[in-house]
């Protein structure tokens, strides 16, 4: 009887038991890790769950469920007990899936081809022709290298008597190889001791051969280096956080179909250079979704004459474009015929046993058997979900049966599969057993398929359970296939990259990571300026006494500028100083459009859709922002707690962005954001506090000096109380205070006359002027200004200083809007093409 956690673990009669034989002793393949977690005791299972749920967190790493309460930002569930299988049961998946995936390759060959599996009665035509994937356009066409199925994958179930099953093929995009890897890298770090001694074999060079595989048979010109991106639909989408991590470790562009254009039978990408040529395309998106031109008029992810520059021969594309057909069961009581016919082989790994009912005597077996099968729609996209037949009653059978002689083409029947149980950390602390599957991942290679040592584990939620299936809540694994011998890590060999192949600064950037750059950068300069805005507040809140509350007043009213508190109502009834909760629901209020919780989460967007671009440490800091802010503690003393945490985090990704980013165009790009917003802050603050009244409060320097940070610079060099020249010299004119209007002037001056250079163009809104103007300010040349000190209030020299911070606000806003006109939508370019034609 095993020791705890696993002293209450009782699988259920009739299902096999994929850690424990029938007498309790573990599995000889499972002994290893059923010591070490019994060894360390629940509660060490347990803090190794908290971990791992940390470490999801901080690495967004995210399953988006469409309806779902937790919407975009529903985390990652995975369970820090792995699957383990022995060596010989993965050699008997490995040899299958392999076979499986060459079948499944040749039988695309021949759909798109000659189709003699249909003429020679292999394969009914209305499976075929009748399923949606089915794209008419791709007939004839021969995919570069010959390939149609790049990557495949398998969903695995094993039955009562220990055997695997293929349940379903996943032949358009399968998911699932980026949250395997991110599986394997956080649940081995929590058995790091037990990973490395039990033989585990390795992941990481699936993903290299991947990478390989696509840039060996890319259709390149003479000269050119193969260009190779990740198609996506776009941060919507359920696993886009995988095709971040992919784009990411297989070093491909990750592009939407807006980056992308066809020109004369070829793709290119929209980047900041211009249009790049693409070579091939890794799709993450449905097939009829591709191309409108051509598929599906409707779409909006796609590219327009994508399949023309497929059908040229221009453009690999991974999988091929109508590979979705073969993503319906109905085709798995036809594959031992086919594969005979294919292959000259008997199949190594069967499909469940299937029967699609748009043959007669099959349907007469299913209305004969209703009770003992699982009836499913035939093609993906039909809306009747699996009917489990044991579970009806004589009149839900009655219905079920009235439906498939109505239409039986629209449905099939699979033998019910009693799935097998696995080891489960529950939320009470338990370790119970939950229905388990598998997804196993095929790759091709110039030597036939590989077969990823391992893949996704999905688990079922609760008991009982005979759908796995994360969309409904369940739970994934890691899974460790062992090896019989120690396991080395052999790198792949790759030709060398040669001296013209060489990418530095100036690689390209799509547009669109582009303008996601820069807008991080404006809400993360955004982000840290309400900070540095709300803790002058909260501080004097908390603190209490006369002279600080003397300055909220002004602080307010220079927060209802801001958009962070809500503007005096018509009867003017809004006292000048807001109540606490007013400045709570600035800091925390996601509902407030302009708060600092709803700007966080902002930032945490513009970040997800350019994460291939970020180092995890730089993910960590967006991601952790919200999340602080999220979960503060009730209060003025827990909001104070929360701004303190958040401005280290502000602070930590602008470090991180001077210090770990390579400084090409998209980081220019990052940058200007942040000046361009820094420049409207400051504007937008210094003029509001001039024209106002908070220059007649002791406070109203103080808290000016902490907004924009440049208390320590103040104190350090005047060791006295703020006065109006030397501060306003600090953050006005002082071109060395990277919190002063003359160095963002100064900065986005330089960077900009280097972008003109760069791409040949000049900005309406450029700074320089401007820059001009605050030298005939400069207090050091102009006595007159020295009386800034005593001016009162409505004195022409602060009135002109007012207006001209209020002009380097509006400038800072009508470069932004040039910028994204020129560089993000080209809609100057398209008005200009326009006129001259």
């Not at 059978?397 to 080891?423: K, M």
């Not at 030597?447 to 391992?454: E, F, K, L, Q, T």
């Not at 440490?617 to 802010?629: E, F, I, K």
């Not at 205070?737 to 002037?745: M, V």
């Amino acid at each position: 009887m095993p020791a705890a956690p696993f002293a209450h673990y009782r699988c259920p009669p009739r299902h096999f038991d994929e850690a424990f034989e029938a007498d309790g002793r573990p599995r000889a393949a499972w002994q290893a890790l059923v010591a070490a977690l019994n060894a360390g005791g629940g509660k060490a299972l347990s803090r190794q769950a908290d971990a791992l749920r940390r470490m999801v967190e901080l690495d967004g790493v995210t399953y988006n469920v469409y309806a779902d309460p937790q919407g975009a930002d529903r985390p990652w569930s995975l369970d820090p007990i792995p699957l383990v299988i022995s060596a010989d049961d993965w050699q008997t998946i490995s040899l299958g899936i392999a076979q499986r995936a060459q079948l499944f390759d040749r039988i695309l060959a021949d759909l798109y081809g000659p189709q003699e599996l249909i003429s020679e009665g292999l394969l009914p035509p209305a499976l075929a022709f009748g399923h949606p994937g089915y794209l008419w356009p791709c007939q004839g066409i021969t995919p570069v290298g010959g390939r149609w199925l790049h990557l495949y994958a398998a969903d695995l179930a094993r039955s009562e008597d220990g055997r695997w099953w293929v349940v379903h093929d996943r032949t358009q995009g399968p998911s699932g190889v980026g949250y395997a890897m991110q599986n394997r890298r956080l649940v081995a770090r929590g058995q790091l001791d037990l990973f490395r001694s039990a033989h585990v074999a390795h992941l990481a060079d699936f993903l290299r051969s991947l990478r390989d595989a696509i840039s060996q048979i890319a259709p390149v010109a003479a000269g050119e280096t193969p260009r190779i991106v990740l198609l996506t639909p776009g941060p919507w989408n359920e696993t886009y956080f995988e095709h971040s991590l992919l784009a990411r470790h297989l070093g491909f562009a990750l592009v939407e179909g807006q980056d992308l254009t066809v020109r004369q039978d070829r793709v290119y990408m929209k980047t900041l250079q211009g249009l790049q040529p693409v070579h091939a395309i890794l799709r993450r998106l449905d097939d009829d979704y591709c191309d409108p031109a051509e598929l599906r008029a409707d779409s909006a992810l796609g590219v327009p004459g994508l399949l023309a520059a497929v059908r040229a021969g221009n453009v690999l594309v991974a999988n091929g474009l109508g590979s979705g057909v073969l993503e319906t069961t109905g085709i798995h009581g036809f594959l031992p015929g086919i594969c005979e016919r294919l292959l000259g082989e008997t199949m190594r790994l069967p499909s469940v046993a299937t029967w699609w009912c748009g043959e007669a005597p099959a349907l007469a077996h299913v209305l004969e058997h209703l009770d003992e099968l699982v009836i499913k729609p035939a093609f993906p996209g039909m809306s009747p979900e699996p009917v489990f037949g044991h579970r009806l009653d004589s009149a839900g059978r009655a219905a079920l049966a009235e439906r498939l002689r109505a239409t039986p083409h629209a449905f099939l029947a699979q033998e019910w599969v009693r799935l097998s149980q696995a080891p489960s950390l529950q939320a009470d602390g338990r370790v119970a057993p939950r229905s388990v599957g598998l997804r196993v991942f095929a790759l091709a290679t110039p030597d036939g398929y590989r077969v990823m040592p391992g893949g996704l584990a999905r688990v079922a939620p609760e008991a009982g359970d005979d759908v796995v299936t994360m969309q409904r809540g369940g739970a994934s694994k890691d899974i460790w296939v062992l090896s019989n011998a120690p396991v080395a890590r052999e790198p792949l060999a790759s030709a060398p990259i040669t001296p013209p192949e060489l990418l530095r600064a100036e690689a390209v950037i799509p547009s669109r990571i582009a303008e996601n750059l820069f807008w991080l950068g404006r809400y993360a300069e955004r982000c840290e300026a309400q900070v540095r805005l709300l803790r002058a507040a909260i501080n004097r809140l908390s603190d209490g006494d006369a002279d600080a509350l003397s300055g909220l007043p002004s602080l307010a009213a220079v927060a209802r500028a801001q958009g962070l508190l809500s503007e005096p109502d018509d009867e003017g009834t809004a006292p000048d100083l807001p109540p606490d909760d007013a400045w709570l629901d600035a800091i925390l209020d996601t509902q407030a459009v302009g708060s600092l919780h709803a700007n966080a989460r902002r930032l945490q967007r513009a970040g997800s859709q350019i994460r291939e671009r970020l180092s995890a440490d730089n993910w960590h800091a967006l991601n952790r922002l919200p999340q602080v802010l999220e979960h503060a503690a009730p209060g003025i003393a827990g909001a104070a707690e929360a701004l303190d945490h958040a401005m280290l985090l502000c602070v930590s990704f602008a470090g991180f962005a001077m210090d770990d980013m390579v400084r090409d165009a998209g980081w220019r790009f990052l940058l200007l954001g942040r000046r361009i917003e820094r420049l409207a802050s400051l504007g937008g603050l210094i003029s509001h506090y001039l024209q106002g009244d908070a220059r007649q409060h002791a406070d109203g320097l103080e808290w000016l000096l902490e907004a924009t940070n440049s208390i320590v610079t103040y104190r350090s060099r005047y060791q006295r109380q703020p006065e109006m020249l030397p501060v306003l010299d600090l953050i006005v004119f002082d071109r060395d205070n990277p919190h002063a209007l003359g160095f963002q002037l100064d900065v986005l001056a330089r960077y900009l006359s280097r972008l003109g250079r760069d791409f040949g163009v000049r900005f309406e809104n450029d700074p320089a002027p401007l820059l001009e103007t605050l030298r005939r300010f400069d207090p050091t040349r102009y006595h007159n200004l020295a009386l800034l000190g005593e001016a009162a209030p409505g004195s022409p020299q602060l009135d002109a200083l007012a207006a001209f911070a209020a002009r380097a606000q509006r400038a800072a806003w009508g470069l932004s809007d040039e910028l994204s006109l020129r560089f993000f939508s080209h809609a100057e370019q398209a008005l200009r093409s326009a006129e001259a034609a």
